[in-house]
């Protein structure tokens, strides 16, 4: 599986911190800190302070429980901000409560996305890169730098690296490993009116698509944007059968949303399955270049 380097030869994107708790910051910053930048605050004051004076800032991840201003106050300070860049920033929540009541709360306020403490890493660092690249490639159509800047398909090979993780974990435990790889495409009726709605489409569906993804998976399974209109997906514990179904259900739910809010425009996805039980002990490229291929020829066959 080959991936664009991306450490060594962009910037790393900053993440703003707040939580009053030492042992939750340096628990987020151990996973993040070879991916991305990072400013700390011991509470909502801090944040607000660090996001007036710093405009490198892509993300903010915050507590809900913190002292002088808590999550869901800076919450609102960002969404009524005057400041454009601070408050259209993605804010994600992270709490240690499932109550819906303080999700719906905190969703109210603003929050981007809100996940539980203790997230698997893989899905963590997916969610930071995308938000973050969502805000650069804003910031570059806004300056003008071209109408299609090159796109940096979210996951590198370290990134991925929870899949080799579940692959060598399935093999110790003798547990079966699947890679699901889906392709996402934008079809238009009659072409596109404008050069630059291509892009523009493209990067908002699959962003929309990796939120799907984000959602239906569980936890332990890994899922990453992986190249240009393709999403992987690593799960073990299951069988190749049950990930096509799944697949397929994926496919269907993508095929039928109304994102782009375009009648003259319509979604088409195709997914292929690699199983370690039934295609063999290939590795992690051997295993998702079969899936590939398989979701190459459902594309190719229109299924």
């Keep these: 599986m080959e991936f664009p380097p991306t450490s060594e030869t962009r910037i790393k994107p900053r993440i703003l911190i ?15 800190q070879d991916l991305f930048e990072f ?14 004076i710093d405009p490198a800032i892509r993300v903010v991840v915050t507590d809900l429980t ?41 969703k109210a306020a603003g929050a981007t996305e809100l996940i539980t403490k203790g997230i698997a890493t893989a899905q963590l660092l997916s969610r930071l890169d995308a938000l973050s690249q969502l805000i ?14 090159r796109h940096v398909p979210p996951a590198s090979a370290l990134r991925f690296a929870a899949a080799e993780t579940m692959l ?35 990067a908002g569906v699959m962003h929309a698509v990796g939120q799907l993804l984000q959602r239906a998976v569980r936890q332990t399974d890994c899922v990453a944007q992986t190249g240009d209109g393709e999403f992987t997906l690593a ?13 397929q259900r994926i496919c269907d739910a993508i095929q ?20 370690l039980a039934e295609d063999g002990n290939s590795g992690l490229d051997g295993l998702h270049a079969v899936a590939q291929r398989r979701a190459r020829l459902a594309r190719s066959s229109g299924e």
């Design 168 to 202: 060598a974990h399935a093999l110790q435990h003798d547990k079966n490993f699947v890679l699901l790889i889906v392709y996402v495409e934008i079809r238009h009726a009659q072409g596109p009116s404008n050069p630059s709605s291509p892009t523009e489409s493209m």
């Design 18 to 32: 707040a939580d009053d708790s030492r042992i939750v910051r340096a628990t987020l910053i151990k996973h993040i």
């Design 39 to 52: 400013r700390e605050a011991l509470d909502g004051e801090q944040a607000w302070e660090a996001l007036l």
């Design 66 to 106: 913190m002292p002088r201003l808590d999550g869901y106050g800076l919450l609102q300070r960002i969404r009524g901000s005057k400041i454009s860049r601070i408050r259209d920033i993605p804010v994600i929540v992270i709490s240690g409560s499932d109550e819906q009541e303080e999700r719906d709360r905190a």
């Design 235 to 247: 799960t073990s514990g299951i069988n190749v059968d049950s990930a096509r179904a799944f697949g």
């Design 136 to 149: 650069s490639s804003k910031e570059k159509s806004e300056h003008g730098e071209g109408s299609a800047p």
């Design 256 to 275: 039928q949303a109304r994102s782009l809010g375009d009648e003259d425009v319509t979604l088409v996805a195709s997914c292929g399955v690699a199983g």
